[in-house]
């Protein structure tokens, strides 16, 4: 596993308890340097980003690189954490993945219109888990980090014209 100093850190909104125990044995045996955040309600997110108590320690509360949210906490809920960091000026550009089971076509269109950089389906099965971890630490790779890989993956939703995107469309 990469020194604890080098991992990328995640918030990861989830409140389900075992979610988070998956992404991080995920991590794990794919050797990718994440260091996931897990939290189960909104404000502590809010309070993580803005180093509040109990995340005043900077070294210890490192700043994330990516949001990783689960929409089914409530809908409300997430799409209201989503538009709050849109909103707020110093986290406008931090990647924001809604990660979720759901397809409906309202939700994915009301995530990506609050702000949602991404749309992932939660994965079927866990060797598929461990691909989607992987393509998002290799994102974090590039300086600036480059998300579009992530377009190709079959858990990828997409929104455009009306309709929806799976993994890679058209070939693109």
Same mark, same amino acid.
């Given at each position: 596993?990469p020194d ?5 850190t995640v918030l990861?909104? @989830?409140?389900?308890?075992n979610?988070h ?9 794919a050797? =990718? !340097? ?8 909104p404000?502590l ?9 109990p $995340? ?6 490192v700043? !994330?690189a990516?949001?990783l949210? @689960?929409?089914?906490?409530g809908?409300?809920?997430s ?11 110093? $986290?406008?550009?931090? !990647?924001? =993945?809604?990660?979720?089971s ?5 939700? =994915? ?9 991404? $749309?992932?389906h939660?994965?079927?099965?866990f060797?598929?888990l461990?691909i989607?971890?992987?393509a ?7 300086r600036?980090?480059? $998300? ?10 997409s929104y455009?014209?009306?309709?929806f995107n799976?993994?890679?469309? @058209?070939?693109q």
């Open positions: 596993m604890p100093s080098t991992r990328t990861f909104l @989830d409140d389900c308890p979610e125990l998956l992404l991080r044995w995920a991590a794990r045996l050797d =990718v !340097p994440l260091k996931i955040q897990h939290f189960t309600n404000r997110v809010k309070a993580y980003l803005h180093n509040e108590r $995340f005043a320690n900077r070294r210890l509360h700043a !994330p990516l949001a949210l @689960d929409f089914d906490l809908k409300d809920t799409l209201e954490l989503v538009h709050w960091i849109r909103a707020q000026r110093k $986290f406008r550009n931090l !990647p924001v =993945v809604m990660y979720t759901t397809d409906d076509v309202g939700i =994915v269109r009301a995530c990506y219109s609050r702000g949602a950089s991404f $749309f992932l939660k994965p079927s099965g060797d598929r461990q989607v971890v992987q998002l630490a290799n994102c974090f790779q590039s600036p980090p480059e $998300f579009s890989s992530l377009h190709c993956l079959p858990e990828h939703l455009s014209r009306g309709h799976y993994g890679c469309w @058209d070939g």
